[in-house]
């Protein structure tokens, strides 16, 4: 499986950007995907996930009211939608697709992975 992500960039506080991951190969395996984030000096955290098969999501306490994630099926591609933004968001977003995770939110759990996109918030 091979991810790409894009849509990061420079955005004001208070701005919405909308992040994709578009995946490719042998994409049946996948079960799940999701968004991981590195902010400077920081550790990486997750962020958002979804289940391919039917839609299920999970949000990070951090993010929920602000991120929205989706995915189009047909086009094997996931979204994050990020209203909102605060500096705090600043990062590069990483998105990931596991076969069969026990943790969603563990991203030992992954076994692919995206190149990452930056996302600058300035204040």
């Known amino acids: 499986v091979q991810l790409q992500a894009s849509g990061g960039g420079l955005v004001q506080a208070g701005g919405s950007l909308r992040l994709s991951c578009a995946a490719s190969?042998?994409?049946?395996?996948?079960?799940?995907m999701g968004w991981f984030r590195q902010a400077p000096g920081k550790e990486r955290e997750f962020v958002a996930a979804?289940?391919?098969?039917?839609?299920?999501?999970y949000l990070a306490d951090s993010v929920k009211g602000r991120f929205t994630i989706s995915r189009d099926n047909a086009k094997n591609t996931m979204f994050l939608q990020i209203n909102s933004l605060k500096p705090e968001d600043t990062a590069v977003y990483y998105c990931?697709?596991?076969?069969?995770?026990?943790?969603?939110?563990?991203?030992?759990?992954?076994?692919?992975w995206g190149q990452g996109t930056l996302v600058t918030v300035s204040s």
């Open positions: 990931a697709a596991a076969q069969a995770p026990y943790l969603i939110r563990s991203e030992d759990q992954y076994e692919y």
């Open positions: 190969g042998c994409t049946f395996v996948m079960s799940y």
């Open positions: 979804i289940r391919w098969s039917g839609g299920s999501t």
